[in-house]
């Protein structure tokens, strides 16, 4: 069965998981049935064998509780019955909350990563769905949840259950619930279009540039020691070990001086955005200019690469500026023409989605707005904080 964790449970987005796991159980019984060995063995022999294959750390578990007959059974059962049911998808640690719909029940969720809403009705899931994403509950549940290191929140049933859902006439839940399917339609074909984006750059049709980009390619007045060297500003004094160490030093106090001014912006929750011409590259973090450079060889290309490798990054307390620099220099290369003009093309078609998704979602986000009766002020309160 396809297994949902923590990775894979993402803000409206349909689940993809390349994790599987085994569930040796009959669900046509009530309660879910483990399977006998001999069914195992007679009907599902790989999957048996597979399970014989760590039948020694199976039994040992919690001190050889499970050294018996029944050694391949699950440590909990909880829920076992509840799998491939339709379901609200709640990942249980994150900066925010992040629910997506599992329409047809086609997803396992492993409940110490993840958490699942149960509705028999499926018009009151896509409703919840868009509530439970815009910004309302999620400026309540930032507040009553439990707070982790990094500005990550336990989304755990206590902080799940108090969240205020409005008690929408039924037009106004449609409606609500309508934009929230066409928003995980949207956000899965943004997921979908990033991923096919990312095979090609990676691919064996590009490669890493060889020399490997340094600091000074991003600012010329940081230099290298051996520029410093012959640098105007070098004692003239200075020979042999002592010129190089001053060099070193003078590279070191120069880069880090660039650095530090970015330091200052990257300030947890920052928003990182690449925009380019045809000669033209800049990078701004929360609408202030940190970097720009000039006709770089194919600027367009960088800055798809640069858009690709800033694209939903948390800046959380940890991420500061020498990360940054490695992402910006990690670039790659291709010779072949149409490869690129594909990167470029699925670049824009992100580019176009992101504006898509953004407006359906300060439409659907001013809807639930009315929907709680939220004043002028209280709106401005919700967004900022």
């Known amino acids: 069965k396809p297994l949902v964790s923590g990775p894979e449970a993402k803000r409206y987005l349909r689940s993809a998981t390349d994790t599987y796991i085994l569930f040796p159980y009959k669900l046509d019984a009530t309660p879910p049935a483990l399977f006998a060995h001999s069914d ?9 064998s597979y399970l014989c294959s760590r039948e020694e750390e199976l039994r040992r578990r919690e001190d050889a509780a499970f050294d018996d007959e029944q050694w391949y059974r ?4 909880q829920s076992i019955d509840k799998q491939e049911s339709p379901k609200l998808i709640v990942a249980q640690t994150a900066p925010c909350l992040r629910v997506c719909y599992d329409a047809e029940g086609q997803f396992y969720l492993n409940n110490v990563r993840v958490n699942g809403i149960l509705t028999d009705d499926a018009n009151v899931a896509w409703y919840l769905l868009g509530v439970l994403n815009a910004p309302v509950c999620d400026f309540v549940f930032r507040r009553i949840a439990k707070a982790k290191e990094g500005g990550y929140y336990e989304a755990n049933k206590q902080f799940i259950a108090p969240l205020p859902i409005p008690d929408a006439p039924p037009s106004g839940r449609g409606e609500v619930g309508k934009r929230a399917r066409e928003l995980q339609e949207l956000h899965t074909c943004r997921r979908d279009t990033i991923v096919r984006l990312d095979q090609r750059l990676q691919s064996a049709q590009t490669s890493a540039i060889r020399p490997a980009l340094k600091e000074e390619w991003l600012w010329s007045d940081v ?11 070098a004692p003239a004094g200075l020979r042999g070990r002592e010129l190089t160490a001053w060099a070193k030093e003078r590279h070191a106090e120069a880069l880090q001086e660039r650095l530090d001014a970015l330091d200052l912006l990257l300030q947890p929750g920052a928003r990182l955005s690449v925009e380019n011409t045809d000669d033209e590259l800049a990078l701004t973090i929360d609408g202030r200019e940190a970097l720009r450079l000039y006709d770089r060889t194919d600027t367009p290309f960088i800055a798809a690469q640069w858009r690709h490798a800033l694209r ?6 940890s991420f500061d500026a020498r990360r940054l620099v490695k992402l910006l220099l990690a670039l790659r290369t291709t010779q072949e023409s149409t490869l690129r003009d594909r990167i470029l093309s699925l670049d824009s078609e992100i580019l176009a989605l992101d504006q898509t998704i953004a407006d359906r979602e300060a439409a659907i986000n001013a809807l639930i707005y009315r929907l709680y009766r939220l004043t002028p002020e209280e709106i401005a309160m919700v967004e900022g904080g």
């Open 40 to 48: 195992l063995i007679c009907h599902y022999p790989e999957a048996w």
């Open 74 to 77: 699950f440590g909990r059962s």
């Open 312 to 317: 939903d990054l948390n800046v959380t307390e």
């Open 223 to 233: 230099g290298t020691p051996a520029t410093w060297k012959q640098s105007p500003e």
